[in-house]
């Protein structure tokens, strides 16, 4: 899983996430998924609204975490 993009269009923050298949080093291949999170702090996924993992919220926390002071200081 690598961050792609965090934006906040509301109340809701939307991370992007490129996950990779790799077999022996090599990409097989790739896609994008978005994940939304709102007050209550559960990140679901934007296409089918399901609940994530345990270890992928742990890492949307923390990413959230690390970039949200940019974001907030980026809004009017």
């Known amino acids: 899983m690598k961050l792609v993009n ?3 269009p509301e109340d ?3 991370v992007k996430v490129l ?3 790799k ?3 090599l990409s097989l291949s790739s896609y994008v998924k978005a994940y ?3 007050n209550d702090e ?3 996924e934007v296409k089918n609204g399901k609940k994530v993992s345990r270890n992928k919220s742990v890492k949307l926390n923390k990413w959230l975490k690390d970039h949200q ?3 907030e200081k980026a809004e009017p």
Request: net charge positive; hydrophobic share 40%; proline share 0%.
């Open 19 to 21: 996950h990779t298949y």
């Open 6 to 8: 965090i934006s906040k």
């Open 12 to 14: 809701t923050y939307i």
């Open 23 to 25: 077999l022996f080093g």
């Open 69 to 71: 002071k940019f974001i």
């Open 36 to 38: 939304a999170c709102s």
């Open 42 to 44: 559960n990140w679901y």
